[in-house]
């Protein structure tokens, strides 16, 4: 039985490994965080997560798990009910210019030209005029938008305008780059190119991304790391290294197989949560799922 | 076929037009009401001429549109800031717009009694009516422009950093421009209207008091011609300057079909 056993972590499931980051050497660091919306609906309890630096993290769970509320609170743009979050040691008040979040909706200024909104990210940044230009232009040949620099935003495909919303994020050049559901409303074939732009503009850079998605296969190709969620309450229930090789193959076997891993134990922790939610919200299914998630990783770490 | 669609949208005006036309021709013709107080549009149309020829449509016009921009440029002075300001503090948001609220609610041409009194019967107190007539338009629909922003591109702008000045200026006035457009071709009816009720009233040259002479003369084809000259004018305004102005921001904010 142990032989079966190993022979299924032989698989490529043995480069899914248990993530375990220190705080003290974390870049982004959070702890006991808790949030409740009008101090009611639990939207995260008990929350740690330690980030380091130049990783990318995949926050993936079902709606309402309080992915996107963790998100924002590292943006600063919700002051979390409780809990400490802080970036290189600092304790963070507020949104700030070294994090930049990325909303699902590219969000560019209509009446700007796509050179126009990198180069106003450019100004705001403090970016001298006579500099604006050149630089702007670089950031859009990274995002492979070239020949579009004078286009308005609603002459744009929806994936066009997102490289443009990238490649704005990128002007603001900022160490951590906070994504939320970027490419949720893009056709399946523009998803795949934008994560494939993606991975490639964050092999050159090495930002640290933190990225919320409910697509368990955009996690698995973008994330160096991927952390499960579960809602009511919201909490982290596995948190997983993806020791795949980079640039990913969105058909790579390995890949579909770890695809099909993480769906299951998603589908698990949905199903746990169910029957619980409407009796008490409280602590038994957390305490529950915590203890699921190590005594997986021990047979993992095995042989 | 777009083109095609044009032309016959054009072809069917123009169609109404003359079919009215030869309606007013007609009935003024069958002689049911005197001539005197019913004439027909040839009639109309040469008093036009003839107000045209020694130059009093002109120089009425002249004045009357002086005024109308003099007064509607105050009233864009105000009423833009006016309304940025209440839209973006609590102080003009909860004292402030109540106050314009009720003053809307008056129609402009009661404060000439009062402007009378304060300037005497002087271009000033046309302007103030004026003003007052345009002013609070201009600021409500600068408000609800700038209320109507977007809350992406401002929770965007937070993230990129933009504060102050280039905030306002850089982000809020053009994300609200589309319904600042449409608020100031509001205004400027506003204003033309009160500009004419104005000059009726309180003869001092103008458009206005063309129709008044008209009147006491009892020379209905130059009412009736001034009439046809006010339309025209305000069809012009309307279409030339602020259809231009509104389709032309309207697309380049994409609001509109890029065709």
Redesign the interface.
Known sequence: MLRALLGRWRSSLRLLRPAHVEADRAKISVSQLGHRYGNKVVALEDVDLNVRSGEFVCLLGPSGCGKSTLLYALAGQVKPTGGVVSIDGRRIAGPGPDRFLMFQEAALFPWMTVRGNVTFALAARGVPRAERKDRAETYIRRVQLQGFEDALPHQLSGGMKMRASLARALAMDPTVLLMDEPFGSLDAQTRIHMQELLQSIWLRTHKTVVFVTHDVHEALMLGTRVVLMAPRPGRIVRDLEVHLPMPRHPEDAALLEMVRHVAGLLREVEHRARPEAPAAPSSPPPRASAHAAPSATESVRGP | MKREGRWKAYAQKLGLVLLLLAAWEGTSRLGVWSPHLFPGPVTVAESLGRMAADGRLWEATVRSMGRLVRAYLLSVAIGIPLGLLTARLSFFRNAVKPVVMGLQALPSICWLPLALLWFGLTDTAILFVVVMGSVLGIAIATEDAVNGVDP??I??A?????KGL?FQF??LL??A?PGIVTGLKLGWSFAWRALLAGELLFVSGGLGQLLTVGRELMDVPQVMAVMVAIILIGITVDRVLFQTVEVRVRR???LEG?M
């Open positions: 992406q591109l929770r965007v937070s993230t990129l950093g933009v280039r850089g982000v053009p994300a421009l380049r904010w994409g890029a």
